[in-house]
T-cell receptor, first 117, second 117 residues
Framework: AQKITQTQPGMFVQEKEAVTLDCTYDTSDPSYGLFWYKQPSSGEMIFLIY??????QNATEGRYSLNFQKARKSANLVISASQLGDSAMYFCAMRENADTGRRALTFGSGTRLQVQP | KAGVTQTPRYLIKTRGQQVTLSCSPI?????VSWYQQTPGQGLQFLFE???????NKGNFPGRFSGRQFSNSRSEMNVSTLELGDSALYLC????????????????FGPGTRLTVL
C-alpha cells in the first residue's frame, strides 16, 4: 500500500484564490512527521511546512497552512492568496519513527499546481 | 547562512563508469540524507548519515554507496552505472542535535542531475 497518496496529479487555481492540495498517509507508527515541499522547475526542493503527529494545532507558515486530520490520516496543504510564483510541483512527505532519529522521508507522487493570472 | 550545496550540478557519464557526488550541508547540520528522483519512481530514499555513520539505508543495490566526513560533508558513489541511474540526486541536511532526536525541518540542495548514456 502507498504510504503517501496525493490523488491530484495536476491542479489549476486563479491568482489570489486559495487552493487545497490533498495528501493522505498510512502508518501504524504513533510518532511521525509530515512535510510539504515545493519543487519549481529548477529542481530544488523547498521546505514549506511541518506537522508533527503529536502537535495539537495545525501548522501555519505565512500563506501556507496544513489541515491535519489525524483520524482521517490526511494532511492537506492550503495555500492562501495564490501567486504566479506558486506554480510548481508540490510533494507531501512523511517521516516515520520520528522519535528514533530515522530521518528517511517517504514522498508522495506530487501535485503540479499551475496558477493562472 | 549558506544553504545546502551539491556538486557538480550536472554530470554526463556512460554505462559502466562510476560517479561521485558531493553534498555540503548547512553549517552546523550534522545529518545528511540522499534521495534519487526519477520520472518513473519518483523520490526515493537512498541513505542517511549522522556523525560519519550510516544510520539508515533505502532499497538500492550495493552499487550505491556513501560516506560522511568529520565536517559533515557527504559523498555518494555509484559504480558500474546503468541507464536507469539517470536521475536527479538530492541531498538533504538537518540539524540533528541528537542522534535520536526529532527534526522539524530537512533542507534540500539544488541536486545533481546525472545522465547516463
Amino acid at each position: 500500500a502507498q504510504k503517501i497518496t496525493q490523488t491530484q496529479p495536476g491542479m489549476f487555481v486563479q491568482e489570489k484564490e486559495a487552493v487545497t492540495l490533498d495528501c493522505t498517509y498510512d502508518t501504524s507508527d504513533p510518532s511521525y512527521g509530515l512535510f510539504w515541499y515545493k519543487q519549481p522547475s529548477s529542481g530544488e526542493m523547498i521546505f514549506l511546512i511541518y506537522q508533527g503527529s503529536y502537535d495539537q494545532q495545525n501548522a501555519t507558515e505565512g500563506r501556507y497552512s496544513l489541515n491535519f486530520q489525524k483520524a482521517r490520516k490526511s494532511a492537506n496543504l492550503v495555500i492562501s492568496a495564490s501567486q504566479l510564483g506558486d506554480s510548481a510541483m508540490y510533494f507531501c512527505a512523511m517521516r516515520e519513527n520520528a522519535d528514533t532519529g530515522r530521518r528517511a522521508l517517504t514522498f508522495g507522487s506530487g501535485t503540479r499546481l499551475q496558477v493562472q493570472p | 547562512k549558506a544553504g545546502v550545496t551539491q556538486t557538480p550540478r550536472y554530470l554526463i557519464k556512460t554505462r559502466g563508469q562510476q560517479v561521485t557526488l558531493s553534498c555540503s550541508p548547512i553549517s552546523g547540520h550534522r545529518s545528511v540524507s540522499w534521495y534519487q528522483q526519477t520520472p518513473g519512481q519518483g523520490l526515493q530514499f537512498l541513505f542517511e548519515y549522522f556523525s560519519e555513520t550510516q544510520r539508515n539505508k533505502g532499497n538500492f543495490p550495493g552499487r550505491f554507496s556513501g560516506r560522511q566526513f568529520s565536517n559533515s560533508r557527504s559523498e555518494m558513489n555509484v559504480s558500474t552505472l546503468e541507464l536507469g541511474d539517470s536521475a536527479l540526486y538530492l541531498c538533504a541536511s538537518s540539524l540533528a542535535l541528537l542522534a535520536g532526536g526529532p527534526d522539524n525541518e530537512q533542507f534540500f540542495g539544488p541536486g545533481t542531475r546525472l545522465t547516463v548514456l
